[in-house]
């Protein structure tokens, strides 16, 4: 079956190191997302991909970067992390833009010390 | 972008109905209607969708009025395990998905 899935799901790591989180999408869709979730927030969009070689920044994209070299992957990188990040990120994708639902990763809980 | 205001809990005893209102004034005309569950430490999974009037799955039932400016999710005889948080989100067709945002969501408590 098709599936997306999240790598690793937990990391611990220390201020001002790079990390990087995985996510790779088996459903061949062009749609990628990233997000991240905390209390009193919901989720909010970090970046997003509609196909090969396409980023584009979200809500939140601040200290935040991706890159989309094949359909499959889309991995998130934090280049200096802060405590501020420390937060449930989750990978979702899409087949369509027009209001297609989301598929969602098991997420990766990150915390930053 | 369309903002969606929700109760942020609610209770329910196993079997009956639960609906949940969510309130989305500034809907645009292309805007779908888009309902999630989430169980803890996992992703938001797919519930239902729906334009206008009503949709049925499985699942749930979504009842959307005309002006389009509310919507409820109406799951029948709850039990147990569908305690989660549910999140309304309105968007996704004007513009991509840039423009769909996640509200804080309705944590739903079923007690036996």
């Known amino acids: 079956d098709a599936e997306i899935t999240q790598s690793p799901r937990h990391k611990i790591t220390e201020t001002g190191r790079q990390v990087t989180l995985a996510c790779h999408q088996t459903w061949n869709h062009n749609n990628m997302f990233w997000y991240r979730q905390d209390l009193g927030h919901g989720l909010r969009l970090i970046h997003y991909s509609y196909g090969v070689q396409d980023t584009n920044k979200g809500e939140v994209s601040d200290g935040y970067s991706v890159s989309r070299s094949n359909t499959e992957d889309l991995p998130l990188t934090l280049e200096s992390a802060a405590s501020s990040q420390t937060s449930v990120y989750f990978c979702?994708?899409?087949?369509?833009?027009?209001?297609?639902?989301?598929?969602f990763g098991s997420g990766t809980q990150l915390s930053v010390l | 972008l369309a903002k969606t205001t929700q109760p942020i809990s609610m209770d329910s005893y196993e079997g009956q109905e639960v609906n949940i209102t969510c309130s989305h004034n500034n809907i645009a005309t292309n805007d779908y209607i888009t309902w999630y569950q989430q169980f803890p430490s996992q992703g938001p999974r797919f519930i239902i969708q729906g334009y206008k009037t009503k949709v049925t799955n499985e699942v749930a039932s979504l009842f959307i009025p005309a002006d389009r400016k509310s919507s409820t999710l109406s799951l029948p005889r709850v039990s147990l395990s569908d305690t989660a948080v549910y999140y309304c989100?309105?968007?996704?067709?004007?513009?991509?998905?840039?423009?769909?945002?996640f509200g804080t969501g309705t944590k739903l408590q079923v007690i036996p």
């Open positions: 979702a994708s899409s087949e369509s833009l027009a209001g297609e639902k989301l598929f």
């Open positions: 989100l309105v968007g996704g067709n004007s513009g991509g998905y840039q423009k769909v945002t």
